[in-house]
């Protein structure tokens, strides 16, 4: 493209959280790119809906677990779009609920590098550009399992804890150079085909209606959210955030919810 344009990249743009996002920040005038390991043609789809209602778009399949992949996108960005303004990091770590027993070695690691290492990857190679541009913003997905550790969550819980804490690190550092990192804790359902929808598959239809309507996270909703801690002024950063239907209890007040059995299936 002739002309440099703001780019919001979303890593684990599917058709919940990443892509609702990715819309937000289309219409607010960012060009927006979406990246996500499998369905070519979901992300073509949602890549169409958003110049379909006349924002800027592209997509790119993109398996963050390879060496070099995230950096290499970070790269073509920058030379062939424009500066990424804002990046969110969307990918999941979830596995279902699994015993201690049950969780094999290379799914433990498999649940770090996608939950942690690759967020401190993107950051290695976008948060210094950033930070030599003197602004910019990390957006960081999270869940229940970074601040509470339940049964059968071990290679979630370890995955999403360190990604809490890595941007606490992140932020310490980089806040004074201009660059703001938010983490933000899901503590609740989101109404999301491919996350939620195929942990529970058939049910969950079902189990949308038993919730309701208001008692799960509407992620087109929540996506003005992520516009909002975006475009903070400096002076009134928010770092972290937690999120939840009305009906739900806090995590901090609540008992280990009973699991969502994925193991039948």
């Known amino acids: ?50 110049r379909d209602s006349g924002g800027e778009a592209s997509g790119k399949l993109l398996d963050a677990s390879l060496p070099d992949s995230i950096e290499d996108l970070v790269d073509d960005i920058e030379r062939g779009i424009g500066p990424i303004e804002s990046v969110l990091y969307n990918l999941g770590a979830q596995i279902g609920n699994r015993p201690l027993t049950d969780t094999p070695l290379r799914t433990f690691e498999l649940g770090w590098r996608l939950g942690c290492f690759g967020l401190f990857r993107l950051a290695q ?17 999270s869940a229940t399992a970074a601040v509470r550790g339940n049964a059968g969550q071990h290679s979630h ?55 309701g309507e208001e008692g799960v996270i509407d992620p087109g909703v929540l996506a003005d959210t992520y516009w909002h801690l975006a475009h903070q002024p400096r002076n009134c ?29």
């Open 1 to 50: 493209m002739s002309d440099s344009k703001k780019v919001f990249l979303v890593i684990g743009a599917g058709a919940g959280i990443g892509g609702h996002a990715a819309k937000r920040f289309a219409e607010g005038g960012y060009h927006a790119v979406l990246a996500r390991r499998s369905d070519a043609e979901g992300l073509e789809r949602l890549v169409g809906e958003i």
């Open 125 to 141: 190679c976008l948060l210094p550009r950033m930070a030599e541009r003197g602004s910019g913003s990390l957006l960081v997905t």
């Open 157 to 211: 819980a370890a995955a999403m804890g360190g990604r809490r804490m890595l941007c606490q690190t992140l932020n310490a550092e980089y806040a004074p150079k201009g660059v703001h990192v938010a983490h933000i804790v899901v503590d609740g359902s989101v109404d999301a085909p491919d996350t939620l929808g195929k942990l529970l598959g058939d049910r969950f239809e079902a189990y949308k209606q038993a919730k």
């Open 237 to 265: 950063w928010t770092h972290e955030i937690d999120v939840r239907p009305f009906t739900d209890t806090p995590w901090w007040n609540d008992n280990p919810p009973a699991a969502i059995d994925t193991k039948s299936r």
